[in-house]
C-alpha cells in the first residue's frame, strides 16, 4: 500500500548495507546544506520487498527546509534499476571467473596493439620470459622479445595477410637474463566491422626442452651415420 509504504521507517524500507552507505555520506551532505549549497544527489539502493527479495532504485534526493515548520525535509524519485544491477553483476562475476582462468592457466597469455605494445600479459608468461612483474614486462615492446628478426618479420606477414588466427608459428624469445627459448604462437587477431585490425591476442608455449631434445636426436643420428 503506497500509504504504509511512505509511514515506514528508514531503517524497513532499506538494507542494512544501503543504511550503512547513506550514514556515511549524509553528513557530508548535510555540512553542504547547511551552508547553503542545495544540490540534487543520485544513489543507488538496495531496498526489502515485502517477498523477501530486494529491489536496487536509483534514487534522486534533494534537501528542502519546510517554509512553515522550519524543518528539513528531503525530497526524492526512485527507478528501479534491479535489471540493470543483475547484469552488471553477472558480467562481474563473469570477468572475475574469466581473470581466474587468465591468471591460473600455465600457459603464457598475451594482448598486444598493433604496434607491439604489450597490454596484457598472465603470470605463467611473466615467468616465461624472466621478468620480475608485469609491470616490467608491459614496458617492453615485443619487438625487443623476438630473438631474430626474421622471425618478427614472418609473423608480422602473416599477421598482416587476411587470416584471423596464426597457429602454432614456432620462434625463438629472448628473456630478460639474454638466454634463448623456443616457443609455439598462436595468435587471434582482432578486428573491426571494416575490417582493420585492433589487437592481437594469443598464448605461447615453452617447447625449449622439446627443441633441445630433437637437436640432441639429430647430432646422435649424425654421429651414427659418420
Do not use: H
Not at 614472418?154 to 637474463?177: C, H, P, Y
Not at 608455449?205 to 630433437?214: G, H
Request: aromatic residues 8%; proline residues 3%.
Amino acid at each position: 500500500e503506497p500509504e504504509e509504504d511512505i509511514a515506514q521507517e528508514l531503517s524497513a524500507a532499506i538494507t542494512p548495507e544501503s543504511i550503512r552507505y547513506l550514514s556515511g555520506i549524509l553528513p557530508e551532505r548535510l555540512e553542504k546544506f547547511n551552508q547553503g549549497i542545495s544540490e540534487s544527489y543520485v544513489d543507488e539502493i538496495e531496498q526489502p520487498r515485502r517477498d523477501g527479495t530486494s529491489v536496487w532504485t536509483e534514487t534522486t534526493t534533494r534537501f528542502f527546509t519546510n517554509g512553515d515548520t522550519g524543518a528539513l525535509e528531503v525530497y526524492g524519485v526512485s527507478r528501479d534499476i534491479t535489471e540493470r544491477r543483475q547484469a552488471e553483476d553477472a558480467l562481474r562475476a563473469s570477468e572475475e571467473r574469466f581473470r581466474g582462468l587468465f591468471n591460473g592457466v600455465p600457459v603464457g597469455l598475451y594482448r598486444t596493439t598493433v604496434e607491439g605494445r604489450i597490454t596484457d600479459a598472465n603470470p605463467a608468461l611473466v615467468k616465461m620470459l624472466g621478468y620480475p612483474n608485469l609491470e616490467s614486462l608491459l614496458a617492453v615492446n615485443t619487438k625487443a622479445i623476438y630473438r631474430t628478426a626474421e622471425d618478427q618479420k614472418k609473423w608480422d606477414d602473416l599477421a598482416m595477410g587476411s587470416v584471423d588466427f596464426i597457429q602454432n608459428f614456432e620462434t625463438q624469445l629472448l628473456r630478460l637474463d639474454g638466454t634463448t627459448l623456443w616457443a609455439t604462437d598462436s595468435t587471434r587477431i582482432i578486428r573491426n566491422e571494416r575490417g582493420q585490425t585492433l589487437c592481437y591476442e594469443g598464448s605461447l608455449n615453452d617447447i625449449t626442452e622439446r627443441k633441445q631434445a630433437e637437436e640432441k636426436i639429430k647430432l646422435q643420428l649424425k654421429r651414427l651415420s659418420a
